[in-house]
Structure formats: structure tokens, C-alpha cells
């Protein structure tokens, strides 16, 4: 059953975004001269000096608009190349006076305390805004306390749960963070004298009900974690599953993707709190919205080996909140749960590629969670021929409002893993659709780190560096940079393709002037190293 309950945020929301992991230390070859006092900031002494030394800056600033002080920029591929004098230091406004011998266009990499490294790889020489991103932190605030308001339960076939989560932005959806959204984290039950462990933002209501013989649930409190002080918005997803159905498919040997329609979303709370520490005692009802209104989604002809899966959406300033996930067939039409007049449908294209394997400990591994509970299942009756597990890697994003006459997604095409072969990245650039026209090219590396325990194993993603270009690229150089590395843990190069409708207009902010909320279609695929 544990199994279940960790497909639903699992799918839902490893597919909207990327998997999880832990803060690694980042440190360059040239990074160390951002403390070298002969790397001084740009601004002179005397600020009319400054605008005679150069009529233009560089400007750095955060993802609140406000400026960067102290961060060093390179401009070209390593210290000294293409000339001497090519690392220059912001003031306390955030700004860098232009070198005079940057005369033709060269990638801009900024690094400052507390940010990802940011790197934009080809900018033309003159003023340029560089937006940098906040680094996920190392300390971790947790955020607990009980859930309530599923009414009366009834013994009826069916096992209520809840899911806490932190709404997210559409910004945030390029790099999220699973942790956020299926915790890392453990709570061990007891179920018939076995000790079950749950993802720690599970809830599950007092309940009796029946698989062979009667299954006595009870764990009503959560906790969830965030990475960065600031205020948040958590939901409470009432959800159900009917228990006999979902356990017979999966000993059958059925992919996740085939039990997924067995969930049924019911209502949600929501509660706006401010984190500056670990918070206990934050209950949350589940029944305070009822997810009464539907929209209907039509998946497109699919090929033979591709899977759609669609969940809808509501938002509440800016931040969305899930409601239903449902997997669509090849030109399928389904009504998925929704609430509010702010309704979206955020709709993804993956393959099929679990693999058949003889193996019943694959099936421990995969299916753990639910088979954990499912100690009262007789051992000997397990199947051996299983399904191994999904890789979510490579897939293609579809982002829509709702309409009255439901959506149709179309979908970029899947692209191949990146090559790195020295400092070079290679990227296979897709298809573009009518009607659509690039946005940008963002690449993405990480330290990911495997969290958790047994069968509740998750992991945990640090950006360390962000690549951003306005045009899709089919290959970047990359600046000399070496990040130190944990040999306990895995790094990943991401690369996504980002296009909006061509007749959306942008506002020029954030990453050489990438607009993320006009953003409508990604895909995507990585590479571990």
C-alpha cells in the first residue's frame, strides 16, 4: 500500500519536475579570487569616475530583483582568456564597470555566496542584467502536525490517505525539488505486527479495512520539509484508492501507469504559513475545498511505446496546487477533478520503458512501499515476472489553461540524453511545433543525493550550475569551472528546451532576459557522470 501512496505525489510530481538532492559544496579554480583583495569591486571611489570609465554595466541581482554585491563575473572561458583583466566584482548596487578589451561576444559566468553558479554562454559585449538563482540550503526546516476533516470512514473497500505539500510556482517547476513533494523522510507504523515505513507527509486517517482479513490503519500526522526560510503555501490532498483492485493489479505484474487511474482526489485544504524555523503543531484540514468542477483532456495520437499522463492544476496566486492525475491512452478523452475558475492542465509525454524482470526481489525494490504493508500478503503467492523501474528522465512537457471545451496537449519531441565530451556539451535540438517559437535553452548541473531508507529511498537535487540561452543550441563550450565532488554521490548534466506560443509576448527580466511565465512546452532528458 506504501507503494500506492508514494505513486500518487511520486508520479504526479516527479513528472511535473526533476528528481530531489542534497547542497554540495561549490567552489572553482577561479572562485577563490572572489576573496582575493586585488579583485575589487567595479565601482570607483568616485561614482562620476565610474560613469566616465564605462557608460555601461553589469549588473547581477537575485530572484527578487534585488542587486548581488561581491559576485564575481568571468567573461570568456577561463581567468585571462581571452584578456587579461576578463574577472571583474559588483558593488554594493550590484554592478561591474564593462571591460575595455571585451570586444566580441563570450559567455558571462557569475558566481556569488548562497547562488547557483550562473553561466549565460554566448552575450554580445555591452549592458546585460544576470539574474542569479538562490542555492537550496543545507539545513532543512521541518513543518509538522495533523491532519483532519476526512468525516466518517466507513469500512468500504477503499484506503483514504493525505498528501502535504508546498504549492509551487511555474518558475519553480524547472527546478523542483521531489523531496519537497514525496518526503525523504520516514514514519514507521505497525499493520499486523510488521513495522511499515511511510513517506512522512503521508497522512492516514484512523481506518479499518479489509484485505484477506481486516487491516487497522492510523496515521494521521505529517511532516514536511523545506529548504530555504520564507513563506509557503501547503495543501492537504484528500485522496482515495480502492485497496483490493490496486494490490491485485500490481501482483499481476502492472506498471504504476496502469494503477494510477485507481486514485480518486477528493478535496484539499490549503494554509499560508511563514518558515524561519521547524514549526510543529500546523493541522490542516483536508475537506476545505471540494474539487466539484472537472476539465476535459484529450491526449493526441501517442506512439506505440509513449505514455500521457495529465494533472490538473488550480492556482491561487501565482502558486499551483494539484487535484487529479490521470494516464491517457493514445487519443483518449477524460474529465479530470478541478476547483476554482484558475484551472490549468499540466500534461506530460514519456515512454514506456519498464522492463519485464524475473525477479522477486525487483519486486521489493520497486513495489516496497505497498508490499511493505503487504507483509499479510503470503510470500509465496507474489509474482515473479515483474516490471522494473520508470525512468523519468526524458520527457515533454505540455502547460495549459482550462477552457469549457477542455484542452488537447501536442508536445515537443522527446530529445536524446546530452553527450559531454570534454567541455563540450552536444544536444540534439527538437522539432519545433507550428504555432510555437523557442524561449530558451536551459542546462542544468546538479549533485544528487539518494535520501531515505529500505524501499522509501528518494533523492535530493543541488544545482551547482545554470546555463541559460535565449536561442535553442545544439551545443554550449563550457567555461573552465571544476566543482569539488562527493564521491558518495551522483552529478547530473540536465538539458531543456523551452517554447511558448508565438503569439505571447515576454517581459524582458530574469536570465538574459528569459521570460519563465510565457513558458508552455519543455522537454527534457539528463546524463549522470
Not at 98 to 113: C, D, E, G, S
Not at 116 to 131: D, F, W
Not at 147 to 173: H, N
Not at 411 to 429: E, T
Request: proline share 6%; aromatic share 6%; net charge neutral.
Amino acid at each position: 500500500m506504501k507503494l500506492s501512496l508514494r505513486l500518487l505525489g511520486t508520479v504526479i510530481l516527479l513528472s511535473t519536475s526533476y528528481s530531489t538532492v542534497s547542497c554540495a559544496e561549490q567552489q572553482s579554480s577561479w572562485q577563490t579570487l572572489r576573496d582575493n583583495p586585488a579583485v575589487q569591486p567595479s565601482a570607483a571611489s568616485n561614482p562620476q569616475e565610474l560613469q566616465l570609465l564605462a557608460n555601461e554595466f553589469l549588473q547581477v541581482i537575485d530572484d527578487h530583483s534585488q542587486p548581488v554585491a561581491n559576485a564575481t563575473i568571468l567573461l570568456g572561458y577561463e581567468l585571462g582568456n581571452p584578456f587579461n583583466g576578463n574577472l571583474v566584482k559588483t558593488n554594493a548596487a550590484g554592478k561591474a564597470g564593462i571591460p575595455a578589451n571585451w570586444k566580441a561576444a563570450l559567455p558571462i559566468t557569475v558566481q556569488a555566496p548562497g547562488f547557483v553558479t550562473t553561466t549565460l554562454p554566448m552575450v554580445q559585449p555591452g549592458s546585460h542584467r544576470v539574474q542569479l538563482s538562490r542555492q537550496e540550503g543545507a539545513q532543512e526546516f521541518e513543518v509538522q502536525g495533523t491532519t483532519s476533516g476526512y468525516g466518517r470512514l466507513i469500512q468500504d473497500g477503499k484506503v483514504d490517505f493525505g498528501l502535504v505539500i508546498p504549492a509551487i510556482s511555474r518558475e519553480q517547476m524547472l527546478a523542483f525539488d521531489v523531496s519537497a513533494m514525496i518526503s525523504p523522510k520516514i514514519d514507521t507504523i505497525e499493520i499486523v505486527g510488521n513495522r511499515v515505513n511511510l513517506p512522512s507527509n503521508i497522512a492516514l486517517p484512523q481506518q479499518t479495512e479489509t484485505y484477506v482479513f481486516p487491516i487497522q490503519l492510523n496515521k494521521p500526522d505529517y511532516r514536511v520539509y523545506v529548504r530555504q526560510p520564507g513563506n509557503y503555501k501547503l495543501t492537504a490532498i484528500h485522496g482515495q484508492f480502492p485497496l483490493q483492485r490496486v494490490v491485485n493489479d500490481i501482483r499481476a505484474g502492472k506498471s504504476i501507469f496502469e494503477v494510477i487511474n485507481h486514485f480518486n482526489f477528493t478535496e484539499g485544504g490549503q494554509t499560508d504559513v511563514t518558515v524561519n524555523g521547524n514549526l510543529s503543531a500546523l493541522n490542516m484540514d483536508v475537506n476545505q475545498s471540494r474539487f466539484d468542477s472537472s476539465v476535459a483532456v484529450r491526449a493526441p495520437n501517442l506512439g506505440a511505446n509513449q505514455i500521457m499522463l495529465s494533472v490538473s492544476l488550480m492556482e491561487q496566486n501565482g502558486l499551483f496546487m494539484p487535484t487529479d492525475l490521470k494516464r491517457l491512452t493514445s487519443g483518449q478523452s477524460m474529465n479530470l477533478k478541478s476547483k476554482g475558475t484558475n484551472r490549468s492542465v499540466l500534461s506530460l509525454l514519456l515512454e514506456d520503458n519498464t522492463e519485464l524482470v524475473n525477479n522477486t526481489e525487483s519486486l521489493r525494490g520497486l513495489l516496497g512501499p505497498l508490499f511493505d504493508m503487504a507483509e499479510l500478503l503470503p510470500k509465496n503467492t507474489l509474482p515473479v515476472v515483474l516490471k522494473g523501474p520508470q525512468d523519468f528522465s526524458r520527457l515533454s512537457f505540455a502547460f495549459q489553461a482550462a477552457s469549457a471545451s477542455g484542452v488537447q496537449p501536442n508536445f515537443l519531441p522527446l530529445v536524446a540524453k546530452p553527450v559531454l565530451s570534454g567541455n563540450i556539451i552536444n544536444m540534439q535540438v527538437p522539432q519545433l511545433l507550428p504555432g510555437l517559437t523557442p524561449v530558451a535553452t536551459y542546462l542544468v548541473f546538479s549533485e544528487v543525493e539518494v535520501l531515505g531508507e529500505g524501499n522509501t529511498k528518494s533523492e535530493r537535487r543541488t544545482r551547482m550550475w545554470e546555463i541559460w540561452s535565449q536561442a535553442w543550441l545544439n551545443q554550449v563550450e563550457l567555461p573552465k569551472i571544476e566543482f569539488v565532488k562527493n564521491p558518495g554521490r551522483k552529478y547530473r548534466w540536465e538539458i531543456l528546451f523551452l517554447a511558448r506560443p508565438s503569439h505571447f509576448i515576454p517581459n524582458a527580466s530574469g536570465n538574459g532576459q528569459v521570460d519563465l511565465t510565457t513558458v508552455t512546452h519543455i522537454t527534457r532528458n539528463a546524463l549522470d557522470i
